[in-house]
């Protein structure tokens, strides 16, 4: 039986194969990984980084993008999905983090889901990314992925961040959801899985 350290090796290993690059660590503002977080939901990776960069261009602070007005930003967020949403969201967010945090980004899981269109995915996401404090952040593909190879078996997208943080040492936690978001995306896709090239055949529960 397979250890969870060792799932999550031959999952990364078997990206390093594939050419998949580390995800990028330090020396990105916590308001860019905050606003790129919300621009991401339900949006390709590359329309995210586009409509991201041109928002961060046109409105670089907090303040700036409060006081940006609405039809404008939902312009620039018209390619990502729900763009009128994620306008009002980031408009709303800009002006509480003016209003209530000075213009910086919260550090705090509390502070940080306080915000419009902050959950705790996000919230998770930028502790770890931004300030560099262990969090286990679940999406579709983290918490699928756990429960097809029997690391968890979990319900709810909160269990399996429970579950992964009891099962991962403190420190391996932010790195986990760029490990098994890459690995949802190439090899054990939603449907249709690539199991016959996954270095998890054999032990895995969805596919043994
Ligand atoms: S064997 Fe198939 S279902 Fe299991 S982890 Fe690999 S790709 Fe996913």
């Given at each position: 039986m397979r250890t969870p350290a060792e799932t999550v090796r031959l999952m990364t290993e078997h990206l390093g194969d594939m050419g998949v690059p580390a995800p990028l660590s330090g020396g990105v503002s916590p308001f860019n990984v905050l606003v790129g977080t919300v621009v991401s939901l339900r949006t390709r990776d590359a329309v995210t980084l586009e409509v991201t960069k041109r928002l961060l261009q046109r409105a670089p602070t907090p303040c700036e993008l409060a006081g940006a007005p609405l039809c404008e930003l939902e312009e620039l967020l018209r390619?990502?999905?729900f763009f009128r949403v994620k306008a009002r969201q980031l408009k709303e967010t800009a002006r509480l983090l003016c209003e209530r945090h000075g213009g910086v980004v919260p550090r705090n899981r509390d502070e940080l889901t306080a915000?419009?269109?902050?959950g705790g995915k996000t919230a998770a996401f930028v502790m770890g990314?931004?300030?560099?404090?262990p969090a286990v952040c679940v999406d579709v593909h983290v918490h699928r992925i756990s429960n097809r190879t029997g690391l968890l078996a979990t319900r709810t997208p909160e269990q399996t961040e429970a579950g992964l943080m009891r099962i991962f040492p403190r420190e391996e936690w932010t790195g986990l959801n760029h490990v098994f978001v890459c690995f949802g995306q190439r090899?054990?896709?939603?449907?249709?899985?690539r199991c016959t090239a996954c270095p998890l055949k054999g032990e895995c529960e969805w596919n043994p």
């Open positions: 390619p990502a999905g915000l419009p269109g902050v990314m931004a300030f560099g404090i090899v054990c896709l939603p449907v249709r899985p």
